[in-house]
């Protein structure tokens, strides 16, 4: 997998003087004091980043040779060598170093005033992504298989009116297929016990959509039960809640300690586990944040996740 470099990192008046590189794994586990780290990983592996790029025609000529043969023929295959991978890695980069101040603040609006030395994406190995296209001009509907690595493939379809839509669009699948192994959106599951809709604007990023998707399931839930209000009673239950409401999502979940113990409570103790390594197993990824690394031994000490598992 490809790495996330953060250099000098500030919040909250606490500075990480070394470099920080993460490496998203399948179940990747970090400490809580790189709690910050979560929520940039979810924000940037998520793409949101994009909505501070403005169009320029020289930069989609230039590194678009691959993506305007998608667009002038009706079935197009092309192979995205590790060249094109460090043009596309660079555009994204640039991206971000010029909006990482606008990125935090984004991301963060408690902590206005703050700054980022350096953040960006590096490509530490050659790749290559395969590409096979079917365009319909009539209906401006467009399928795409990535397969990454003669290892992995990905099928997407999308509707497009303009030509910097296919663009971006096959540009954002070739950084999240690089950062993630997927091509797959992120649920943040936020380790806060407040749920109020109408104060969600006010939290950071990944809280507020962890709170959006919070009533989008209760919405559910309540209308499958009918004349009941359903509620999430503990950070167990709403961390399956989530693997069932968003099983097509990698998953981040906030400050994961203690949860053992509401597991040992259940019938079925390692119902939780089971869908962690199910999740897995549908090549979606799972990122959890921890107190003390104790609390995770039953994940940790679990064979299945043998070599899918990453610790910091």
């Known amino acids: ?86 043009e596309c890695i660079d555009f994204v980069n640039d991206i971000l170093e010029k909006n990482k101040d606008n990125i935090l603040n984004k991301l963060f609006p408690e902590n206005r005033n703050k700054s980022i030395e350096k953040l960006s994406i590096l490509c530490t190995s050659d790749n290559h992504i395969n590409i096979n296209s079917s365009f319909n001009n009539e209906s401006n509907i467009i399928d795409i298989v990535f397969i990454y690595n003669n290892s992995f493939s990905f099928s997407s379809r999308a509707f497009f009116s303009r030509k910097i839509d296919i663009f971006i669009f096959v540009i954002e699948h070739i950084i999240k297929i690089l950062l993630t192994g997927n091509i797959y959106r992120n649920a943040y599951i936020a380790d806060y016990n407040d749920f109020n809709f109408d104060y969600a604007i006010k939290k950071n990023m990944a809280v507020r959509d962890f709170i959006y998707k919070v009533h989008e399931i209760n919405l559910k839930e309540n209308n499958n039960k009918k004349n009941s209000n359903y509620n999430i009673k503990n950070r167990y239950e709403l961390i399956k809640m989530f693997l069932k409401n968003y099983n097509s999502f990698n998953v981040f979940v906030e400050n994961f300690s203690f949860i053992e113990e509401e597991i040992k409570k259940e019938e079925n103790s390692n119902n939780l586990i089971d869908s962690f390594l199910e999740t897995i197993n549908r090549k979606r990824n799972i990122f959890i944040t921890y107190d003390d690394i104790n609390d995770l031994n039953s994940l940790i000490s679990d064979k299945r996740f043998e070599n899918n598992i990453k610790v910091y």
């Open 1 to 86: 997998m490809e790495e996330i470099y953060i250099k000098n990192f500030i919040i909250d008046n606490s500075i990480i003087i070394e470099e920080k590189e993460i490496s998203i794994y399948p179940l990747t586990l970090i400490s809580n004091k790189y709690n910050y780290l979560a929520n940039l990983i979810w924000y940037i592996s998520d793409l949101h980043f994009f909505e501070f790029y403005k169009v320029n025609d020289y930069e989609i000529m230039s590194i678009s040779k691959t993506i305007s043969g998608i667009i002038e023929h009706y079935e197009y295959s092309a192979v995205i060598d590790n060249n094109m991978i460090i």
